[in-house]
């Protein structure tokens, strides 16, 4: 007598290709859900980069201007402490622990799959 599983796969073929379909469909969206928040990281890295680059220039800017005029004006600090709070922010949000869950749906069915086949042997070694 055949292991369950062989008389499922030899009398029931759509079966197990309507099973392996929907793990490449798990599969391809748990890739989607990793790859948009690695690349919204990503993008918000760039962002704290160029900010602060944008940061230096405009403090070093506010410092030649200050020298030039003599004179200390609160815009000289306002505009450079924007960018440096656009910099903290999405430095942050780049740096910040991940929240996803990396393939524990797949890693899920995965198991039950195979509780299942291991308590369908049992039952057929009986």
Known sequence: MLHPIF???????????EHLANYAALVRQESAEAGRGLVARIVAG????ASVMLALGLIGV???LGVLQGSF????VA???????IAAVCGWYATRPSQSYGFDDLRTQLEA???AL??????HGR
């Open 7 to 17: 008389s499922t796969v030899l009398g029931h073929p759509d079966l197990v290709a």
């Open 62 to 64: 506010a410092v030649l």
């Open 118 to 123: 291991r308590t369908a042997g049992a039952d």
């Open 73 to 76: 004006h609160w815009v000289l």
């Open 113 to 115: 799959d195979l509780q």
């Open 79 to 85: 505009v450079p402490a924007v960018a440096v709070v």
């Open 46 to 49: 760039v962002l704290a980069a």
